[in-house]
């Protein structure tokens, strides 16, 4: 029973201390307004209103190893500069109403999402499988730096 007690309060360190992958999201002061555990398997994707086109765009991406990965696009025209073509490494199909692009596409340390409002833009972030929250009623017009990270789980 000792040793059972022992191992278990050696453990609660090593779990708190355990390196995960993190997505970090900061304003332009460097201000760190999101920090999110990103296992593996967790996508997180942003969502907004083409500014030409007036139409949806979902990109989904996952952080790991330092790098941002974008693995989907999501568009519903290929018209003022959308992706129109299949991706090298992966496939284009649709899935009406969308045209789906998938797969490796780009790579990243980190980008920067400028945020609109709720005329332009409206752009949205979702974490995993909760709700889509939009960012525009707190960031309009400011501009949020997504980078990936590995830090310890209690940084969390």
């Known amino acids: 029973m000792r040793l059972a007690l022992l191992a278990l309060i050696a453990a ?3 779990v708190l201390f355990w390196p995960v992958d ?4 900061q304003d332009d002061g460097g201000h760190i307004v999101l920090r999110e555990a990103m296992p593996l398997g967790r996508e ?3 969502r907004y209103i083409h500014s030409l086109e007036l139409s949806p765009v979902e990109d ?16 519903q025209s290929h018209n003022a ?4 073509l299949k991706p090298d490494r992966g496939r284009m199909y649709t899935d009406p109403p969308w045209i789906v692009f998938e797969g490796a596409l780009i790579s990243l340390p980190d980008f920067t ?3 609109g409002n709720e005329t332009l833009g409206q752009n949205h972030l979702r974490i995993g499988m909760r709700p889509w929250q939009p960012l525009y009623p707190a960031f309009a017009g400011r501009r949020l730096h ?4 590995r830090c310890a789980l209690y940084r969390i």
């Open 12 to 14: 609660i360190p090593a």
């Open 22 to 25: 993190a997505l970090i999201v």
């Open 44 to 46: 997180f994707a942003t």
């Open 60 to 75: 989904e991406y996952v952080a790991r190893d330092h790098l941002i990965r974008q693995w989907r696009s999501r568009v």
């Open 81 to 84: 500069g959308m992706p129109s």
């Open 113 to 115: 999402l400028r945020v």
């Open 146 to 149: 997504f980078s990936a990270s």
